[in-house]
T-cell receptor, first 110, second 112 residues
Framework: GQSLEQPSEVTAVEGAIVQINCTYQ??????LSWYQQHDGGAPTFLSY????GLEETGRFSSFLSRSDSYGYLLLQELQMKDSASYFC???????????FGAGTTVTVRA | DADVTQTPRNRITKTGKRIMLECSQT?????MYWYRQDPGLGLRLIYY???????NKGEISDGYSVSRQAQAKFSLSLESAIPNQTALYFC???????????FGPGTRLTVT
């Protein structure tokens, strides 16, 4: 089976940088994705890492270390609209089934 | 118009009732998924389908069934609803070879 761990909550001020860590234990590993979900809304895709290293998309970056079974999502220049839940999710095989972590609630304060 | 739609958006039903949640998509994707989300938990996969003739169980399929009526439509049924099936249900689609899944707006189901 798959097991993913991420912090449950993070609070930061506007303009700050937040890093959300995700560690995983899977029977196989193909890639790591990140999704954002505003309260009660549809999850939306943020990033995917299939190889080790950093992927940057605007203010958000995602990192993967396959040897450490670890990844993180970096949110820079935090804005109030970044207040949401963030989920890491793994593809354990190449069949495009996702297993999700429990999510990290990010609260941005003025 | 939304690419992935779900009906109903909210539903309250009684224990023992049969209920169907419907999902339609205009993205032309072959792959469709049903997830449930409970407070404090991530999304858990119920069933998935990689084409019209392909149906697969996810990690929590007990008490649920699905039907893939067409490439664009994937329905989830609760044959006899029970209170612990109260949750937020999401449908999602994806394209083969791509890693992004596109989620519908969700159906909030309450079983009393």
């Amino acid at each position: 089976g798959q097991s993913l761990e991420q912090p449950s909550e993070v609070t930061a001020v506007e303009g700050a940088i937040v890093q959300i860590n995700c560690t995983y234990q899977t029977s196989g590993f193909y890639g790591l994705s990140w999704y954002q979900q505003h309260d009660g809304g549809a999850p939306t895709f943020l990033s995917y890492n299939g190889l080790d290293g950093l992927e940057e998309t605007g203010r958000f970056s995602s990192f993967l270390s396959r040897s450490d079974s670890y990844g993180y999502l970096l949110l820079q220049e935090l804005q109030m609209k970044d207040s949401a839940s963030y989920f890491c999710a793994v593809f354990a095989t190449n069949d495009y089934k996702l297993s999700f972590g429990a999510g990290t609630t990010v609260t941005v304060r003025a | 118009d939304a690419d992935v739609t779900q009906t109903p958006r909210n539903r309250i039903t009684k224990t023992g009732k049969r209920i169907m949640l419907e999902c339609s998509q205009t993205k032309g994707h072959d792959r469709m998924y049903w997830y449930r989300q409970d407070p404090g938990l991530g999304l858990r996969l119920i069933y998935y389908s990689f084409d019209v003739k392909d149906i697969n169980k996810g990690e929590i399929s007990d008490g649920y069934s699905v039907s893939r009526q067409a490439q664009a439509k994937f329905s989830l049924s609760l044959e006899s609803a029970i209170p612990n099936q109260t949750a937020l249900y999401f449908c999602a689609t994806s394209d083969p070879g791509l890693h992004e899944q596109y989620f519908g707006p969700g159906t909030r189901l309450t079983v009393t």
